[in-house]
């Protein structure tokens, strides 16, 4: 294994190229703002979509419509790009002794030296904080749910360590928008969102299997578990399972959240909606190479658009 020694700029070995925090921050607030993978925005992407899916679905399903629904647009917005930094800096805490034996990860500000344990604590306080702040601004329903997202948050970090399945703990904490979003919507948790909940964490299973590949020899060197290392060249067989179950459970929060009220028209979008990202998942298995870090890194960026698509269709399908 490679010595541990940063970049010189403190650039992190994954990070978008010339992206705003290497190029636009102030120096000081870089090694923060690295902690919270701003300069690696589809984290974020991928924990907001969830919220909007929940959020969309929840307007079909009673037909609602108001100006609140864009503030809690809004606010998932701003939730997800906070928590989601403090959902990564303490995963960065946890794993700062795993982190340096990663090639891929021993640049992140933890193991490198640009912020210690204890700033990266207050850090993680900070902006949890203001986007409980956040939450405060919903019902009751959804800020209990909000409050209980913290535990999934907590046990991701620790689950490469006891189990194979390591990435269904992701998908638990990453697709928990989907339930929240609904319940700020309606006030209360329904059936349909909780099948939309087990879809986003197929999906999640299939996108992240794919990110995990990039690390699955020196995972397997310090005896990190995951699905990679569990499915390793049988992984295009089960993503076909992932894409399969991420697509019918879609359908079936879709069809629920539209029936009665919908239209023979808005139904024709609403199933048009998972039938389409199933068809860019499949684009991506086409083009996998699991032996390609850089070819799984480019795959599991465009997930952004693969969890775009069913928002295109849910939207037509609100005003038809």
């Given amino acids: 294994?490679?010595?541990?020694?940063?970049?010189?700029?403190?650039?992190?070995?994954?990070?978008?190229?010339?992206?705003?925090?290497?190029?636009?921050?102030?120096?000081?607030?870089?090694?923060?703002?690295?902690?919270?993978?701003?300069?690696?925005?589809?984290?974020?992407?991928?924990?907001?979509?969830?919220?909007?899916?929940?959020?969309?679905?929840?307007?079909?399903?009673?037909?609602?419509?108001?100006?609140?629904?864009?503030?809690?647009?809004?606010?998932?917005?701003?939730?997800?790009?906070?928590?989601?930094?403090?959902?990564?800096?303490?995963?960065?805490?946890?794993?700062?002794d795993i982190d340096a034996q990663v090639e891929r990860t021993r640049s992140r500000p933890i193991p490198s030296g640009q912020v210690s344990g204890k700033a990266a604590l207050v850090w993680m306080g900070i902006q949890a904080l203001i986007s409980f702040g956040i939450l405060l601004t919903f019902n009751a329903a959804a800020i209990k749910l909000g409050v209980l997202a913290l535990v999934p948050v907590a046990v991701y970090p620790f689950a490469k360590r006891f189990t194979w399945w390591p990435q269904v703990f992701l998908g638990l904490a990453f697709n928990w928008g989907a339930l929240l979003a609904w319940t700020a919507h309606t006030?209360?948790?329904?059936?349909?969102?909780?099948v939309l909940y087990l879809a986003g964490i197929a999906w999640t299973l299939f996108y992240d299997t794919i990110y995990a590949h990039q690390d699955i020899e020196d995972d397997a060197l310090i005896g990190v578990k995951s699905t990679a290392r569990l499915f390793a060249e049988k992984t295009p067989d089960w993503l076909r399972r992932f894409l399969a179950l991420t697509v019918g459970l879609m359908w079936i929060a879709v069809i629920f959240s539209a029936l009665p009220n919908a239209s023979a028209l808005t139904m024709v979008f609403i199933l048009a909606g998972p039938w389409a990202m199933g068809w860019h998942m499949a684009w991506q298995l086409r083009g996998l190479d699991i032996?390609?870090?850089?070819?799984?890194?480019?795959?599991?960026?465009?997930?952004?658009?693969?969890?775009?698509?069913?928002?295109?269709?849910?939207?037509?399908?609100?005003?038809?």
């Avoid at 006030?187 to 909780?194: D, M, T, W």
């Avoid at 799984?296 to 952004?304: A, S």
Wanted: hydrophobic share 50%; with cysteine; aromatic share 14%.
């Fill in 291 to 320: 032996t390609d870090p850089a070819k799984c890194m480019q795959l599991f960026r465009v997930n952004r658009d693969t969890g775009m698509i069913p928002l295109f269709f849910f939207a037509i399908a609100l005003f038809v």
């Fill in 1 to 96: 294994m490679q010595e541990n020694t940063p970049a010189p700029d403190g650039h992190v070995a994954d990070a978008v190229k010339n992206n705003w925090v290497d190029t636009w921050a102030p120096p000081w607030t870089r090694p923060y703002l690295r902690l919270s993978r701003a300069d690696r925005p589809i984290g974020t992407w991928l924990l907001l979509i969830p919220c909007w899916w929940g959020l969309m679905l929840a307007m079909l399903s009673d037909q609602q419509i108001g100006w609140y629904d864009l503030w809690i647009a809004i606010g998932c917005a701003a939730g997800a790009w906070l928590m989601r930094g403090a959902g990564c800096t303490w995963n960065d805490f946890t794993d700062r």
């Fill in 187 to 194: 006030g209360r948790l329904e059936a349909p969102a909780v």
